[in-house]
């Protein structure tokens, strides 16, 4: 059975920063694609983050040079950096690696 455990989210004020991890089970996080997506009020889940099996990694543009999202292959976990937070980042955060999502976790950043 597969699970992603989504943790770390928050309050925290403009500029502040978190990280969140996704702690997997079921599955080897260094033998697939993971993603972080994200899902405001109101508003579809778009794509935030991706680290594929050979560790390259990819973002949206508008967390690019804020964002981070790395692997720990012993703890079996996927992080995401987030630096210079913006209200607008507000929203929960999941970690999906096809096809199975994690619950989420909420982010929220105050002005």
């Known amino acids: 059975q597969v699970q992603l455990v989504e943790s770390g989210g928050g309050l925290v004020q403009a500029g502040g920063s978190l990280r969140l991890a996704c702690a997997a089970s079921?599955?080897?996080?260094?033998?697939?694609?993971m993603y972080w997506y994200r899902q405001a009020p109101g508003k579809r889940r778009e794509f935030v983050a991706i680290?594929?099996?050979?560790?390259?990694?990819d973002y949206r543009d508008s967390v690019k040079g804020r964002f981070t999202i790395s692997r720990d292959n012993a703890k079996n976990t996927v992080y995401l950096e987030m630096n210079s937070l913006k209200p607008e980042d507000t929203a929960v955060y999941y970690c999906?690696?096809?096809?199975?999502w994690g619950q989420g976790t909420q982010v929220t950043v105050s002005s």
């Open positions: 999906y690696t096809e096809p199975f």
């Open positions: 079921g599955i080897i996080v260094s033998s697939n694609a």
């Open positions: 680290i594929s099996r050979a560790g390259s990694t």
